[in-house]
């Protein structure tokens, strides 16, 4: 990729451009190198002249609240996209329908779902996530995932060329989809029932509650490091961290969550290979014990 041609291609192009760009504040463990392009759109039609001439074949990674992606700490040889507040507005559609930019927070469209006196969105308070990485991942906790309240999809494709899916034309999994990797997300459509407000604000205090009683917080982690092995036990994956690791293992400033099992803190400056490390550790330990092999929930973007 030649830095200097595209930077003469980009010069008229609107929205924040940059070369060069530092992720490590930019995700939740803190940790990265630079990236070659960094660029937030401010617009749609910015978002489809900078797909344009990016071109299709070009490492592209789209970046939402950054809770749980991992960076490498080298120099990631693309561009990563990261949508503006434009993306991120929320409307009722009706009494029962809400459209949510992408880039708009799990959390955000919870509490307009509250305000909206609308039942069904009250996990989302819970997950520190946007909503395009909630798509993608199927996000969930406390027995509710995105699948749940979805509707449909409204993505872009690499080409510039828009889409509509329905909910019940994508095959959700436990934290996955079989949405392309290209396509980037725009907005979502989702469904809820009508319930008094003070009924909703109860059950997302208590579900609030709950996930603060078992999970750490204000700390630098990427959240739940592996998905639970439904197929393989009946045990929760911490369970299996537990019985399998030494609490105290550490690899430079990646450590083990004292709190919860399965969520890895940088405690201060740790790189990737620090916590890629624990992370290999940590499966290796917990196959030789027990049988199971794990699954990354986080995503090493490399």
Same mark, same amino acid.
């Given at each position: 990729?030649?830095?200097?041609?595209?930077?003469?291609?980009?010069?008229?192009?609107?929205?924040?451009?940059?070369?060069?760009?530092?992720?490590?504040?930019?995700?939740?463990?803190?940790?990265?190198?630079?990236?070659?392009?960094?660029?937030?759109?401010?617009?749609?039609?910015?978002?489809?002249?900078?797909?344009?001439?990016?071109?299709?074949?070009?490492?592209?990674?789209?970046?939402?609240?950054?809770?749980?992606?991992?960076?490498?700490?080298?120099?990631?040889?693309?561009?990563?996209?990261?949508?503006?507040?434009? !993306?991120?507005?929320?409307?009722?559609?009706?009494?029962?329908?809400?459209?949510?930019?992408?880039?708009a927070l799990d959390k955000t469209l919870s509490e307009f779902a509250m305000e909206n006196s609308l039942s069904g969105f009250e996990f989302l308070s819970c997950i520190p996530g946007?909503?395009?990485?909630?798509?993608?991942?199927?996000?969930?906790?406390? $027995?509710?995932?995105?699948?749940?309240?979805?509707?449909?999809?409204?993505?872009?494709?690499?080409?510039? =060329?828009?889409?509509?899916?329905?909910?019940?034309?994508?095959?959700?999994?436990?934290?996955?989809?079989?949405? $392309?990797?290209?396509?980037?997300?725009?907005?979502?459509? !989702?469904?809820?029932?009508?319930?008094?407000?003070?009924?909703?604000?109860? =059950?997302?205090?208590?579900?609030?509650?709950?996930?603060?009683?078992?999970?750490?917080?204000?700390?630098?982690?990427?959240?739940?490091?592996?998905?639970?092995?439904?197929?393989?036990?009946?045990?929760?994956?911490?369970?299996?961290?537990?019985?399998?690791?030494?609490? $105290?293992?550490?690899?430079?400033?990646?450590?083990?969550?004292?709190?919860?099992?399965?969520? !890895?803190?940088?405690?201060?400056?740790?790189?990737?290979?620090?916590?890629?490390?624990?992370?290999?550790?940590?499966?290796?330990?917990v196959k030789n014990k027990t049988g199971v092999n794990l699954d990354l929930e986080i995503i090493l973007v490399e």
């Amino acid at each position: 990729m030649d830095i200097k041609n595209f930077e003469n291609q980009f010069k008229n192009l609107n929205g924040k451009l940059y070369f060069n760009y530092s992720l490590k504040k930019l995700n939740w463990f803190n940790i990265g190198g630079d990236v070659k392009i960094y660029f937030k759109p401010d617009t749609f039609q910015n978002l489809i002249e900078f797909l344009k001439l990016y071109g299709k074949e070009e490492k592209l990674f789209v970046l939402g609240a950054g809770s749980n992606v991992l960076f490498k700490d080298e120099l990631f040889e693309g561009a990563v996209i990261k949508l503006s507040k434009n !993306f991120s507005r929320i409307s009722l559609l009706n009494e029962n329908t809400i459209i949510a930019g992408s880039g708009a927070l799990d959390k955000t469209l919870s509490e307009f779902a509250m305000e909206n006196s609308l039942s069904g969105f009250e996990f989302l308070s819970c997950i520190p996530g946007s909503i395009g990485g909630g798509i993608r991942m199927n996000s969930g906790c406390f $027995d509710r995932e995105f699948k749940d309240i979805l509707i449909s999809v409204q993505a872009v494709t690499r080409s510039g =060329e828009i889409l509509t899916i329905p909910a019940k034309e994508i095959v959700f999994g436990y934290r996955s989809c079989n949405l $392309d990797k290209d396509l980037i997300f725009l907005s979502a459509t !989702f469904k809820g029932n009508k319930k008094k407000k003070n009924e909703i604000e109860k =059950e997302v205090n208590n579900l609030k509650n709950k996930k603060e009683k078992a999970q750490p917080t204000k700390i630098k982690t990427g959240g739940s490091t592996f998905k639970n092995p439904i197929k393989q036990t009946n045990k929760k994956v911490w369970e299996v961290i537990k019985e399998s690791v030494p609490s $105290d293992i550490q690899f430079g400033d990646a450590i083990i969550s004292d709190k919860h099992a399965n969520f !890895f803190i940088n405690k201060n400056n740790a790189s990737y290979k620090d916590m890629k490390k624990l992370i290999d550790f940590v499966k290796e330990k917990v196959k030789n014990k027990t049988g199971v092999n794990l699954d990354l929930e986080i995503i090493l973007v490399e």
